[in-house]
Nanobody, 119 residues
Framework: QVQLVESGGGLVQAGGSLILSCAAS????????MAWYRQAPGKQRELVAD???????DYADSVKGRFTIARDNAKNTVSLQMNSLKPEDTAVYYC?????????????WGQGTQVTVSS
């Protein structure tokens, strides 16, 4: 059973910073892709940033230059450093991890953590 446990959300003023963390359980599993998504009220869930097991990163245009994704393959953790936060970054942020097992891929989601940016 794989579980993703997120932490680090909260309330911050515009211009501030937050760090989100996610730990993926699952003994013996490797996650070839880990990512952060977000969903604002009334909007679809969108990709914020993702990172491959080799460290290749990709970001949504709206967060480039402000957010940084990082991972620790040995610990199966992924983090999202969020700087210069804006009110439009307010959303529930979800951790995502894709496991590779016997040549098949299995997606997993965290429960979500609220990030609120006040103006």
């Amino acid at each position: 059973q794989v579980q993703l446990v997120e932490s680090g959300g909260g309330l911050v003023q515009a211009g501030g910073s937050l760090i989100l963390s996610c730990a993926a359980s699952g003994r013996g599993l490797s996650f070839n892709r880990m990512a952060w998504y977000r969903q604002a009220p009334g909007k679809q869930r969108e990709l914020v940033a993702d990172i491959s097991s080799s460290g290749t990163r990709d970001y949504a245009d709206s967060v480039k230059g402000r957010f940084t994704i990082a991972r620790d393959n040995a610990k199966n953790t992924v983090s999202l450093q969020m700087n210069s936060l804006k009110p439009e970054d307010t959303a529930v942020y979800y951790c995502y991890a894709r496991a590779l097992l016997l040549s098949r891929q299995y997606p997993y989601w965290g429960q979500g953590t609220q990030v609120t940016v006040s103006s």
